[in-house]
């Protein structure tokens, strides 16, 4: 008997006498904050695309690829936004409260914005 078969893609083991297949998950990416947001979005209201995922084994990646998306989509819109606003370096050195201020209200503007497009489709 071979130590080894590979039968439709998947390659089995015998130990003893009986064939054992050799299976890998895929490598687990670090999901961050918009990842979880997606998930929990897929759990809750689309639950066969969920499933569909998870059977596959590629819920993990996509949920990567959404997390590194929304995070670089972010990074892009909010010196846009703050440009278009006049925030700058000049309103940071002369009032720097209201710099603070207007920074959080672009950053909550921008992920209001990437929750939209990206996080909840």
Known sequence: MKK?????GITYELIGEQ???LLELPEQKEIGKYGRMHLEYLKEHRK???????????LNQRLYEI?????????HIIPHLANERGIDENLKAYDML???AEMNNIKASAEEIVLREVVLV
Request: aromatic share 16%; glycine share 6%; proline share 3%.
């Open 4 to 8: 080894y078969i590979k039968e439709n």
């Open 19 to 21: 064939y054992y297949p």
């Open 48 to 58: 066969g695309r969920y499933t569909n995922l998870l059977s596959e084994g590629t």
């Open 67 to 75: 997390d590194v998306e929304a995070k670089a989509m972010v990074e």
């Open 98 to 100: 209201r710099w603070v």
